[in-house]
């Protein structure tokens, strides 16, 4: 799967306006890259960075070289630490360009020691505070998920003590985003990468979701996480499917992108087409090549792995 060529120039010229004068053509080299556009059955979201050897540094011409590849969103975990005038100027583009915002961390991870797991009242309002701080983000940016992660285990609790702290919390939080429509999705990550966390699995995730009983309170479904932590990925998405509103998306080992390790895809992906999912799914993962050639071949990875309704 490729590029497709270069815009026409009345194309190019409405870019200029809304990137502030610099052209998407005058970002790329002429190549190869760009004949055609492909189809995704599913919304892949890709992050900033991952075609910038292709796109250039611009954040807006790398969304222009998502749109112009077939994808139809893209998701940014360090977009609430993005100045206001940039936040506007993407959604501007991604509006423009037809695609979704997908997720963005919604508050302050803590990886080392436990905040919302402990009931600790300061942790729990320096909490609330973020989370009402990002519904102005998701609303400038256009966003209806966002990332929460419930942070490290709290070693002086029972578990069942620190689940109902932390179900507490997300009840809380449901108040703020329920009136906006806003989603927050709880996102469990596996215990290699990331040690000590409380929230590991989906079906813990599903436990708690039920618990806060919120349509502002939903799971986000690592794909790579998950098949370190428990695999089983079609049987648990199954289960939780009432819960889970988001995806996201790395092949184990590496997490890079599908095709470069032990995960199915394409049955994975046909198997969420299938059940009717018409969200967002993050492309949280790195390029297995570098360059310009590294950035074709996840596009090519994609297009094979989506291919999967003929």
Not at 219 to 244: F, V
Request: proline share 4%.
């Amino acid at each position: 799967m490729k590029r497709r060529s270069f815009l026409k120039n009345s194309s190019v010229a409405a870019g200029a306006l809304v990137s502030g004068g610099t052209t998407y053509a005058s970002s790329f080299a002429p190549g190869k890259a760009g004949e055609e556009k492909h189809n995704f059955n599913l919304k892949y979201a890709p992050h900033f960075g991952m075609f910038k050897n292709s796109a250039g540094e611009d954040l807006l011409d790398q969304l222009q070289f998502m749109a112009d590849a077939g994808f139809r969103a893209m998701e940014d975990n360090g977009m609430k630490s993005r100045e206001v005038v940039m936040q506007e100027k993407i959604a501007a583009r991604m509006a423009n360009l037809g695609m979704e915002m997908g997720v963005f961390v919604a508050h302050t991870i803590y990886w080392r020691e436990p905040n919302l797991a402990s009931g600790d009242q300061e942790k729990l309002d320096e909490f609330l505070s973020e989370i009402r701080e990002s519904v102005e983000v998701a609303q400038r940016v256009n966003a209806k998920w966002m990332t929460v992660v419930p942070g490290h285990v709290d070693l002086r609790k029972d578990a069942g003590y620190q689940t109902s702290n932390i179900i507490e919390a997300l009840k809380r939080a449901s108040e703020i985003l329920e009136p906006h429509g806003l989603v927050m999705v709880l996102e469990p990550l596996n215990f290699r990468d990331h040690p000590g966390l409380f929230l590991k699995t989906i079906p813990q995730a599903y436990q708690i979701c039920q618990a806060v009983g919120s349509p502002a309170c939903k799971i986000l479904d690592d794909l790579y996480h998950q098949q370190i932590q428990a695999g089983n990925l079609i049987p648990n998405i199954d289960l939780a499917w009432e819960e889970i509103a988001y995806f996201q998306i790395g092949d184990n080992p590496g997490r890079k992108e599908p095709t470069t390790g032990e995960v199915n895809y394409m049955n994975v992906f046909r198997h969420i087409h299938e059940k009717g999912f018409s969200g967002i799914l993050g492309m949280e993962h790195g390029n297995s090549i570098s360059g310009r050639a590294g950035e074709e071949a996840v596009i090519k990875a994609y297009a094979s792995v989506d291919d999967f309704t003929k």
